[in-house]
């Protein structure tokens, strides 16, 4: 695969931030410094949403073999501004707007006795395409695209096995190997990121209420969480959900559920790596205080025979903001303190099928 370590092509996402912790279907965007991109679609196993009078319990239930066809849309178009201007000469080009198709076979292997699930995630097709080259000196642009095409190529017929418990929480997932190992250095820990990220994402933590909830009634679920080692940042923010009612989609009964979030991420100290753009800022001597701020909005379906997730609208507004100070000032400023924030904005559109 073309190193896009030459000249400091790095395809990443900085508009995306790291990737996030998990919760919340509404794809809260912490995520993705490469295309909050890997839509690594993995729609833990499903519970059953249980009627009760004018009510509806909604909560999973895995079911050994279960089988489904998540197909993927997502857009997302990002700004990029700093003070001074110069300060984007330190930084390698970066997408500004890029979009990814896939589609994700997602197959329940096992239930064990405690209640926990291994789920398997297949990427059946995956489409990744960016303004990179837009971005790049012109002998750099054929590369660029060959990158993006053989990253396209790489993903597809990839699979995983993620590992859940009975509440939805990730526990832990293997098989992305084969996904890191023939990428960049600068590729492998944002998309092994983005993975985590949206494995956790869909498995339900911060979505489903614990008590039967009526048509409009609403609840919150909270996903602040402290900096750890397997995941170096610190997480303040939560879901407002609302049960709107219900519908069909494909003939199959489901429940309607409206949400919005907002939240704020933190990076530990040692967060940045060593492959990221803000660390290569932080290499020329320049200290690093960043954070990142979401908020959006969210719609989805569940099937209400067992919980699973028929379909899935987000749009996420994100923005990161980064102030870096310098021991003395830089040579196009007299400033010691400079500011960079990325905002971006994403549309995801996620379509199920299968029982």
């Known amino acids: 695969m073309y190193r896009l370590k030459q000249k400091g092509l790095a395809v990443r996402r900085l508009a995306d931030g790291p990737p996030g912790?998990?919760?919340?279907?509404?794809?809260?965007?912490?995520?993705?410094?490469?295309?909050?991109?890997?839509?690594?679609?993995?729609?833990?196993?499903?519970?059953p949403a249980l009627a009760r009078g004018g009510q509806v319990k909604l909560i999973r239930r895995y079911r050994s073999g279960?089988?489904?066809?998540?197909?993927?849309?997502?857009?997302?178009?990002?700004?990029?501004?700093?003070?001074?201007?110069?300060l984007q000469n330190f930084l390698p080009p970066l997408p500004t707007n890029f979009s990814v198709q896939q589609q994700n076979t997602v197959t329940v292997k096992a239930v064990h006795s405690d209640g926990s699930a291994d789920i398997e995630n297949h990427f059946d097709r995956?489409?990744?395409?960016s303004d990179l080259a837009e971005h790049v000196p012109e002998n750099f642009r054929g590369p660029a695209v060959s990158a993006q095409q053989e990253m396209s190529q790489h993903v597809a017929g990839q699979a995983i096995?993620?590992?859940?418990?009975?509440?939805?929480?990730?526990l832990g997932f293997e098989g992305g190997e084969s996904l890191f190992e023939q990428l960049d250095l600068a590729y492998r820990e944002p998309l092994r990121q983005a993975l985590r990220f949206f494995l956790q994402q869909l498995g339900g933590e911060s979505l489903y209420p614990d008590h039967p909830v009526k048509q409009g009634e609403t609840w919150k679920r909270k996903f602040d969480s402290p900096a750890s080692a397997e995941y170096p940042?610190?997480?303040?923010?939560?879901?407002?959900?609302?049960?709107?009612?219900?519908?069909?989609?494909?003939?199959?009964?489901?429940a309607v559920v409206e949400l919005s979030f907002l939240q704020v991420l933190r990076p530990a100290a040692d967060a940045l790596g060593e492959a990221g753009p803000?660390?290569?800022?932080?290499?020329?001597?320049?200290?690093?205080?960043?954070?990142?701020?979401?908020?959006?909005?969210?719609?989805?379906?569940?099937?209400?025979?067992?919980?699973?997730?028929?379909?899935?609208?987000?749009?996420?507004h994100q923005t990161l903001s980064a102030y870096l100070k310098s021991a003395t000032p830089l040579p196009f400023t007299n400033s010691?303190?400079?500011?960079?924030?990325v905002q971006?904005?994403?549309?995801?559109?996620?379509?199920?099928t299968g029982r």
């Open 336 to 341: 010691r303190t400079l500011k960079l924030e």
């Open 66 to 86: 279960q089988k489904m066809v998540y197909a993927t849309k997502m857009h997302t178009k990002a700004v990029i501004h700093s003070e001074p201007p110069e």
């Open 21 to 47: 912790r998990p919760q919340g279907p509404s794809l809260q965007l912490r995520s993705g410094w490469l295309v909050a991109g890997l839509t690594l679609l993995t729609l833990c196993a499903p519970t």
């Open 278 to 316: 803000l660390a290569q800022l932080k290499s020329h001597g320049l200290g690093v205080d960043m954070r990142i701020d979401g908020q959006g909005t969210g719609r989805v379906v569940l099937a209400l025979d067992d919980g699973r997730v028929l379909q899935n609208h987000a749009s996420i």
């Open 233 to 254: 940042y610190n997480v303040e923010g939560g879901n407002t959900l609302r049960y709107v009612g219900k519908t069909k989609v494909g003939g199959v009964k489901a």
């Open 126 to 129: 995956f489409e990744f395409q």
């Open 161 to 170: 096995i993620a590992h859940f418990d009975r509440s939805g929480r990730l």
């Open 344 to 352: 971006s904005d994403t549309e995801m559109d996620v379509e199920g």
